[in-house]
């Protein structure tokens, strides 16, 4: 970990810090805590968010290897992180910042900024703010989801992904009322280590239902894996169009997409697995679209309605039904947290 932060911090100094809209940066992820001696993780990169001044930043870097490293770029612009408070309740924001993770402070701002969230980080009033920001984004997104027509057809790869991510923030919300990182590609292992300290691993079983993977087995994982692993190469080789996961879909971010879920799917661990590997299944399917010869594209086509069909969205009707049921298990999930959030005394003032 050590050689990776020093390799993200040489990519910040030689790349954009003296950039005229350059306000700063600092790691945020997964890897946050990590003490320098600690491999990194398979399948873990390093991720940095820059700060500009520029209030609608360019699309972000993404991921790329720098001195061995697998880093991963974001841009935030500084008028996100001026209010203290808005980054208090704002379940991304503010979790980097309960730590010292800062790379670079020119002004001095993210310094302040972040003695002020460290301090107030735990209290109750604020941890509830920020789960209720993640159950927000949950509900505006299965809302849209619930509404879709009831369409016989297989859902296309974006309306899977607008079903997808607002069903896995379920997990954030958990996350953060239990003051941990609201990981990405992690969320339902780490949800499920969170509950089961907590004695609610009964919560569990429906956040597992409403992603459609409750009774998935090892080898039916693995087997959707191994689709995804031939449509991920090829999606990689034809990749053309600047989406804005590209650097998600490339032989760089291959460990992460195809190596660590084989590796969980092997420790048991295939149900945790699922939520990546349809959002880059998705992703390749639309690269797959834009960029490849009709054959090729069509060649892909079974594997993903496979994966749909194994997790009981075979149809946008299947898709939106999924969705009004999720809708419906909120208020339970709330409860949840509220439980996270009484289990401990409290630890910051508000």
Same mark, same amino acid.
């Given at each position: ?7 993200? /911090? ?5 790349? !954009? ?10 790691? *945020? ?7 320098? @001696?600690?491999? !990194?993780?398979? &399948? @873990? ?45 704002? $379940?991304?924001?503010?979790?980097? =910042?309960?730590?010292? *993770?800062?790379?670079?402070?020119? %002004? ?11 301090? /107030? ?9 920020? $789960? ?6 949950? %509900?505006? &997104? ?22 997808? =991510? ?29 509950? +089961? ?34 449509? =991920? ?10 989406? #804005? =996961?590209? @650097? ?9 997409? !195809? ?11 295939? /149900? ?13 399917? #639309? ?7 009709? &054959? ?9 309605? +496979? ?8 149809? *946008?009707?299947?898709?939106?039904? /999924? ?15 509220? @439980? ?11």
């Amino acid at each position: 970990m050590g050689e990776a932060r020093d390799a993200a /911090r040489a990519w910040v100094a030689g790349h !954009v810090s003296r950039e005229r809209w350059f306000a700063g940066a600092y790691f *945020t992820g997964s890897t946050v805590g990590l003490p320098d @001696s600690a491999e !990194v993780p398979l &399948g @873990s990169d390093t991720d940095v968010m820059v700060v500009t001044t520029d209030p609608e930043p360019p699309a972000k870097p993404g991921k790329f290897l720098h001195r061995g490293a697998l880093v991963e770029i974001s841009l935030v612009p500084l008028a996100a992180l001026e209010d203290p408070e808005a980054v208090l309740s704002d $379940y991304h924001l503010a979790g980097p =910042f309960r730590a010292d *993770t800062l790379i670079a402070d020119p %002004t001095g701002r993210l310094t302040r900024l972040r003695a002020t969230v460290a301090e /107030r980080f735990a209290a109750p009033a604020w941890v509830r703010r920020r $789960y209720r920001h993640a159950l927000g984004r949950a %509900t505006e &997104g299965l809302t849209r989801s619930a509404a879709l027509p009831a369409d016989p057809a297989p859902p296309d790869p974006d309306t899977v992904i607008g079903w997808l =991510f607002p069903t896995g923030i379920t997990t954030h919300a958990l996350l953060v009322a239990g003051l941990r990182n609201p990981t990405v590609r992690l969320r339902y292992l780490r949800v499920r280590e969170l509950l +089961a300290e907590h004695g609610l691993s009964d919560a569990y079983p429906p956040l597992l239902d409403a992603l459609g993977c409750a009774e998935l087995d090892a080898g039916s994982a693995e087997s959707h894996l191994a689709a995804l692993a031939d449509a =991920f190469d090829a999606a990689c080789a034809v990749a053309r169009t600047p989406f #804005l =996961f590209r @650097s998600d879909i490339s032989r760089a971010s291959r460990p992460i997409a !195809v190596d660590a879920s084989r590796a969980l799917i092997r420790a048991g661990r295939q /149900r945790e697995v699922l939520f990546w590997l349809v959002a880059t299944y998705a992703r390749c399917q #639309l690269i797959l679209a834009a960029d490849a010869a009709p &054959g090729e594209r069509e060649r892909h086509t079974p594997g993903f309605a +496979a994966l749909l069909a194994d997790l009981g969205v075979p149809t *946008t009707a299947a898709l939106a039904a /999924r969705s009004r049921h999720t809708l419906r298990t909120l208020p339970s999930l709330t409860e949840t947290c509220e @439980s996270l959030l009484a289990s401990r005394a409290p630890a910051a003032p508000a």
